[in-house]
C-alpha cells in the first residue's frame, strides 16, 4: 500500500468514526428527550411540580398531592430471562407511619425483582383471607403489624395484572405498577426496551396517589387504635 493509499484510508476511518460517533450523540439525545415526556400530561396534579432526569434515565417526579409530599420514579426491568422488559412505575406517598413495621406484598414474585425490598425481609407470612392469592407477603417483624383486614379492602388494587407491589414502612406508602411492557418484537431482534406511546395519563398517576393516601389514612388510624395505652399518671393521697 503507496503512502497515498495509506493517507485515504486514515481519513476514511476517521471519517467513519466521526459520523458513527455523531449518530450515536444524536440517539442518545433523541433517547433522552423521548423518555422526559413521561410525565409531562401529569404535572397539573401536583402542587409544586419537579422534574429531575439523570442521563438517559426516565425523570423523577415530586411534588405535594392533597398536602402530601410525593415521589414518582419509572424504572426498566429486563432481568428476568425470557421475558420482555417492562418500565415500572413506583408512586411513593412520604408520609410517616410511626410504629409501622415493614410489609410487602409482591404479585407473581420471580425472585429478581430488584425494586423490590421483599427477599431482604426475613418473615413471609401466610396469606390472610380475601388478598390475592399470587401475593408474596414479607415482613420484618410480624408481630407489631396492624390486623389484616385493615388492608383488605385495599387488595383490590391488585384485581388490574399490571399491579406488582404494596410496600409500606415507617416512611410512608408505595406501589408499584407496570406502565409499559416492550415492544415483544423488536426486543426480539434488537434486544432494545422500546416503549411506545410514552407519556403517562394522568388518570393512572391520579388513581395511585388516591390510593396511596387510603392506604395511609388507614393503616395510621389503625396503629394509633392499637398503640400500647400511655402510661396513667400516678395520683398521690
Known sequence: MTTGETIILIILVVAAAVTLGGIYRRDRRRLKQRRSILFSQCLTLLEG???RQNDLDYPVLTGRYQGHSVHIDAIIDHIAVRK???LWLRANLMAPLPGMPTLDILMRAHNVEFFSPSN???HRLDLPLGWPKDATIRSDDP???PPPEILTPHMNFFDKPQAKEMLLTAKG???VFQARQADRLQYQVLRQADFEN???APALLQDLLDRLIAIHRDVATALTAHAPDSKAPETHS
Open 49 to 51: 411540580p419537579q422534574l
Open 84 to 86: 420482555v422488559p417492562s
Open 120 to 122: 431482604d425481609l426475613p
Open 143 to 145: 408481630a407489631r403489624l
Open 173 to 175: 406508602v408505595r406501589l
Open 198 to 200: 410514552p407519556v403517562l
